[in-house]
């Protein structure tokens, strides 16, 4: 099955899908997407039971990628993770067993309760779609993404994940509560079924590799890029922050901004892109000091103030 499409139809025809399973989430899930299209991976950062991992197998489902989850405990070995090479007595020859992270959408459930060791295995597939094992590199399938889940409140027998590990996640997400008339929605949606158990793809991973190619095709102007700069070096000087965003974060912020414009059907992006990802993509890369620690000042907040601070510059329209 091969969609010929527009790129805002094909959305569309996903967050619809996505919604039948996540009752009210539309921003929430487009960002999801906006990370899926810019070959990112998402951390979903929320209190239990507000749909994280339905949102995984809702994405999974509905764009026809093989999905695999992993159950992050203390005692996952980064084997586990990658995969190991088994002897087979009937061969006499050692073979590969391939690890969960081999599928091409993957669920870190409960990143942060893994130890570091086990953690750090999930970096070089992150970084650059391969994981090498005894020496030997093996390619990621594409599309590729991970999206990893970790409750906000709940500390013990935890590892915090470490800004190089967290520089690596494209955006972090939450869903947030229903509001009473969504809690009613979804209530009456699984009162006899489960909608993700009915749930149907919509395109094929060939289709989201193809928007990929897409959204990298879309224009940017020298003048979005210098903001996207600006952006990230406020937040190196903002004075709450004793770690400002890296040069992964900007580009990210570029590639991000070309997946939201194309999702809205243009082929140029511009400021207002920008902004509609910025503290997604880049709240959870702030390292705040402890003075602003102590005065609950947030991630989210600092973010805030530095698109009050950098002006929004005029972008030109590529001609054609």
Do not use: W
């Not at 586990?80 to 087979?88: K, L």
């Not at 699984?190 to 094929?204: M, N, S």
């Not at 503290?279 to 402890?290: D, E, F, G, K, V």
Request: aromatic residues 4%; negative net charge.
């Amino acid at each position: 099955m091969t969609l010929t499409v527009d790129s805002q139809t094909l959305a569309d025809l996903l967050i619809e899908n996505i919604g039948r399973v996540i009752v009210g989430k539309r921003e929430t899930v487009e960002l999801a997407l906006v990370a899926l299209i810019s070959g990112g991976h998402v951390l979903i950062e929320d209190v239990p039971g507000v749909g994280k991992t339905m949102l995984v197998r809702s994405i999974a489902t509905s764009t026809g990628c093989d999905y695999r989850r992993m159950q992050f405990t203390p005692d996952l070995l980064p084997s586990d993770v990658t995969g190991a090479s088994v002897f087979n007595q009937k061969t006499g020859d050692f073979e590969f067993r391939p690890g969960p992270i081999m599928a091409q959408i993957v669920l870190a459930d409960e990143i942060n309760r893994a130890t570091p060791k086990t953690q750090s295995a999930l970096l070089e597939a992150m970084g650059e779609q391969q994981v090498t094992v005894e020496g030997i590199t093996r390619k990621l399938p594409n599309p590729f993404m991970v999206l990893a889940t970790q409750n906000p409140i709940e500390y013990e027998g935890t590892f915090p994940l470490p800004e190089a590990q967290l520089d690596r996640f494209f955006m972090r997400i939450s869903l947030g509560y229903p509001d009473a008339e969504q809690e009613v929605a979804i209530m009456e949606r699984r009162e006899h079924v489960d909608p993700i158990d009915e749930l149907q793809p919509v395109c094929t991973p060939d289709d989201i590799t193809n928007l990929q190619a897409r959204a990298d095709d879309v224009y940017i102007d020298v003048l979005v890029k210098q903001y996207i700069v600006e952006l990230a070096n406020t937040t190196r000087q903002h004075p709450e922050a004793a770690l400002g965003v890296s040069p992964r974060a900007s580009i990210n912020l570029m590639k991000g901004g070309k997946a939201l414009a194309m999702l809205h059907n243009r082929d140029y992006v511009i400021p207002d892109d920008i902004k509609a990802i910025a503290t997604a993509t880049l709240a959870h890369r702030i390292l705040l000091t402890p003075s602003a620690r102590m005065r609950e000042v947030t991630q989210e907040t600092v973010i805030a103030d530095v698109l009050d601070q950098v002006s929004v510059p005029g972008a030109s329209v590529r001609r054609s």
